[in-house]
């Protein structure tokens, strides 16, 4: 845990000297800080009123349930004031998380308030983050008393290890959107932790435990309170007893501590116990953690040892996260579509330059700036077309090339170069065609008997060299078929692209309508790579067959992007739809060229 592996903002203006541990102790002695370091210290904020009005409440276990409101099932849990019980609150018939105060705090005045200010406080912060209040009052005992809503679920520290980096992610995004909106509405939570949210069974997840939240006040200070925390994450001034410090800026260095667990696996101040981690944080410590993380800057700004060192906001925190997620995503695309051009120069291979020029599209969504992603693409576009043009296919040129801008110099002379390649190909076919016809009258003429044959082949003599040759015609159409059937794979490989691109970072991840959707479209797309991945792919039986089936699937995949739209509209899909439409322009042109060669093979 040395100073030096640590940005200077993280140091910058410690609040005391590091001589002053013996103060910083006595300022917290009421604590045992012989505890875990992971214990939450202190107590809520002390408030200066009841509220106006505590009705009392009947608790009573199974046994002893005749006239009781509350009938007590079980223990959820304990914490630093209260006691959580599973019990059923009986006019209601519904089950409910009951918290009571301490039996050894029932007769404290002060206690009652500040616990009864936790379930003021957390009724008026209406927002899906956070289990909302629906009862409180006093027991026959006179014991303070509040139901929740029963969140079923886990802590997010006993599973955190189980999930993955993006996963946490979005989970703590969850949490600063649930601190943001406390924020708006003038309260700090001060004891946010991984212990303290709750995931649900259904994708739910809460901030949980405001027991030593603070409500500003009207003169913009903060209410009264005494210390309280959790050393392991405690921002300085919350370990100093700092009061005037503390605020909005104090929530914003906790959610970087989170976020500094997410990416080491360790909350950043460590010690025996909660006494030396208390020091630590007092000083600011925070253990060694792999510079190689992008997120880490983001972490060790927001843990600024001054709180004017932090981000102003939680909002601007997760936006600095976002951007640097976006960047991540975009570094990965740039070495799947590099990776991907190498391999296609060295093969030529088709799908490779699709899978290259789809994957520069992606980088280029996500940071629309990148310029060196735009020149790549071009030349991917370019080598595709040049490929293409090598091969003698035309057509699949001159489709790569148009979408390009026309003032492009190089695009230019690429379509001068097609243009030239189609009249030159024009031109053999005719002297070919020539040949043949001189050929059939030689024939003609020495075999007498093949007059028939002749006329039923050729046609009229005198318009003989007017007329397509059927064989030609034929080929002309397979050829614009495998052609479309090219960018249809191009198409649905960017369509497939996006859809990987939604399944990780869909805004709402955990939405399990929306995984279902993309992935019958995964499986679609899977199901048109199998026939097209085959030794003999450029057969004409292939492309045929091919073609067919996607013309049969088409009508599904319009159905899953209408069905996606209406669960939740965004710009992912309506990228799929746009390539969608693409898609089917290719494919109706199949169709019709397929009809043509029934149409000619028909007896």
């Known amino acids: 845990m040395a100073r030096a592996d640590l940005p200077d903002n993280v140091l910058a203006g410690l609040l005391e000297p590091p001589d002053a541990d013996e103060t910083i102790l006595t300022r917290w002695s009421h604590c045992a800080l012989t505890d875990s370091p992971a214990t939450t210290l202190g ?86 983050g956070i289990i909302p209040i629906l009862d409180f009052g006093m027991s026959q005992d006179g014991r303070a008393l509040y139901a929740m809503m029963k969140a079923g679920g886990v802590p997010w520290h006993r599973v955190m290890r189980d999930k993955t980096f993006s996963d946490n992610l979005a989970i703590f995004d969850r949490v600063a959107d649930v601190v943001a909106h406390a924020h708006r509405q003038g309260v700090i939570h001060r004891d946010i932790k991984p212990a303290n949210v709750l995931l649900g069974n259904h994708g739910e997840v809460w901030l949980a435990d405001w027991g030593v939240a603070l409500a500003r006040l009207p003169d913009g200070t903060y209410s009264a309170a005494g210390p309280a925390g959790t050393p392991q994450y405690m921002a300085p001034e919350m370990a100093l007893c700092g009061a005037e410090r503390i605020g909005p800026a104090s929530d ?25 981690a208390l020091l630590n944080s007092a000083q600011n410590l925070i253990l060694p953690a792999d510079q190689t993380n992008g997120l880490l800057p983001i972490a060790y700004k927001a843990m600024a040892a001054l709180p004017e060192h932090r981000y102003a906001t939680v909002d601007e925190l997760r936006e600095a996260v976002k951007k640097r997620l976006r ?84 695009a230019a002379r690429m379509l001068a170069k097609i243009a030239a390649g189609k009249t030159a190909a024009r031109r053999r076919h005719r002297r070919r065609t020539w040949a043949n016809t001189i050929l059939g009258s030689i024939v003609f003429l020495v075999l007498m008997g093949g007059t028939y044959v002749y006329y039923d082949r050729i046609g009229n003599p005198k318009s003989r060299f007017n007329l397509p040759d059927p064989a030609y015609e034929r080929r002309l159409n397979m050829d614009g078929i495998r052609s479309n059937s090219l960018h249809i794979q191009r198409q649905f490989l960017m369509m497939d692209s996006w859809v990987s691109t939604m399944m990780r970072n869909v805004p709402d991840p955990n939405r399990p309508e929306k995984r279902q959707v993309l992935r019958k479209m995964e499986n679609l797309f899977d199901g048109w790579k199998k026939l097209y991945d085959v030794p003999n792919r450029n057969s004409d039986d292939t492309v045929i067959r091919f073609t067919n089936r996607i013309h049969e699937d088409v009508p599904q995949l319009d159905a ?44």
């Not at 799908?351 to 940071?367: H, N, P, R, T, W």
């Not at 060196?372 to 091969?391: F, G, I, P, Q, V």
């Not at 199949?590 to 007896?603: D, F, G, I, Q």
């Open 43 to 128: 107590r809520g904020l002390s408030g200066d009123s009841m509220p106006p009005e505590v009705n009392a409440r009947i608790v009573a276990h199974r046994e002893d349930a005749v006239s009781a409101d509350y009938v007590v099932v079980g223990t959820l849990g304990v914490g630093g004031m209260g006691i959580v019980f599973d019990a059923e609150q009986v006019y209601f018939g519904r089950r409910v998380a009951l918290k009571m105060i301490k039996p050894t705090l029932a007769s404290d005045p002060a206690a009652a308030k500040a616990f009864f200010r936790e379930a003021v406080i957390t009724s008026r912060l209406d927002h899906p």
């Open 252 to 276: 914003i260095y906790l959610l970087g501590a989170v976020m500094f667990e997410i990416i080491t696996g360790s909350p950043p101040h460590s010690g025996e116990n909660a006494g030396a």
């Open 327 to 410: 960047l991540n995503e975009s570094v990965y695309h740039q070495q799947q579509a590099d990776t991907h051009l190498s391999a296609a120069r060295k093969t030529g291979d088709y799908e490779l330059f699709q899978q290259a020029i789809a994957a520069y599209d992606e980088v280029i969504a996500l940071s629309a700036e990148n310029a060196t992603s735009r020149h790549n693409r071009s030349r991917a576009l370019a080598e595709y077309a040049d490929k293409a043009l090598e091969k003698g296919e035309f057509d699949l040129a001159a489709s790569i090339v148009q979408p390009e801008t026309a003032s492009d110099k190089r």
């Open 560 to 603: 899953l992007i209408r069905e996606y739209r209406a669960l939740a509209p965004d710009s992912m899909q309506e990228r799929l739809k746009e390539d969608a439409a693409k898609l089917k322009e290719y494919l109706d042109d199949s169709v019709r060229r397929l009809a043509e060669l029934e149409k000619a093979n028909a007896p």
